[in-house]
């Protein structure tokens, strides 16, 4: 195991459990670690899992930096049901057929989503509305006007069709909300979406499949005691 001093600063690369918020990574890890300075670099919704990067100590500085490059995501949408939070953190609130659609109308309607858009983020997000989070006015039932975000999409690739299920893979830029695309996406084909699985697989040069789960962090700790202990 190699060593690790995380006052001074590391770059830890963490797979995100499903239903965990990123808060509740950052704080579990800066308890079992006893870390004063840490932060996240990027936050990934409770329902989404995979990639989220840790900064401890002097890296703290490079969180914006780590923020600024390019996600990549895999999961899939389910067409013909939508949900208030474009997700499944709500109940289906309308249904609409699709078995009309064909494969191709399918694939001609993730094309149109390719390059620079405009995108509304979800009002169930983290985004300020006259200093409060959007999400505190959704769950309290409240309708608010939030002002689309320039984005751009590399890659919206339909990797498998089991419909309702639409499997996806997404390259795109800082501020983009998989959830959003989700509805655009529903709303193109004409017969609504929602988000039902979403994994963060990279962030810049950054993967999912170098990053520690929660157990190894826990295991990096107990090694560290037992080493001090040992001298």
């Known amino acids: 195991m190699r060593e690790y001093d995380f006052e001074a600063g590391e770059i830890l690369l963490i797979d995100k459990p499903l239903h965990w918020t990123s808060f509740d990574v950052v704080k579990k890890v800066r308890n079992l670690l006893r870390i004063k300075k840490i932060g996240h670099a990027g936050t990934l919704d409770p329902l989404a899992s995979g990639l989220l990067i840790l900064c ?3 890296y703290t500085k490079k969180i914006e930096e780590i923020q600024a490059q390019e996600k990549e995501y895999t999961g899939h949408f389910t067409i013909g049901q ?3 939070s474009f997700d499944l953190e709500t109940e289906v609130d309308q249904i609409c057929d699709y078995q009309h659609l064909t494969e191709q109308e399918i694939y001609t309607a ?4 390719v ?3 405009n995108q509304v983020p979800p009002l169930f997000s983290a985004v300020k ?3 409060e989070r959007a999400y505190t006015l959704a769950r309290r039932g409240e309708e608010a006007e939030i002002k689309a975000k320039s984005i751009h999409i590399q890659v919206f690739e339909i990797t498998k069709l089991e419909i309702p299920l639409v499997h996806f893979r997404v390259v795109c830029s800082k501020g983009t909300y998989i959830r959003s695309l989700a509805r655009d996406f529903g709303q193109q084909l004409g017969c609504g979406a929602h988000l039902s699985k979403l994994i963060r697989t990279r962030i810049g040069n950054y993967h ?3 990053a520690l789960t929660i157990a190894n962090i826990q295991a990096i700790r107990k090694y560290q005691q037992e080493q001090h202990a040992g001298n």
């Open 129 to 131: 509305i006259n200093g």
């Open 56 to 58: 401890t100590g002097k």
């Open 208 to 210: 999912v499949e170098q």
């Open 115 to 117: 390059g620079h858009i």
């Open 82 to 84: 939508t949900t208030p």
């Open 110 to 113: 993730a094309a149109a989503f």
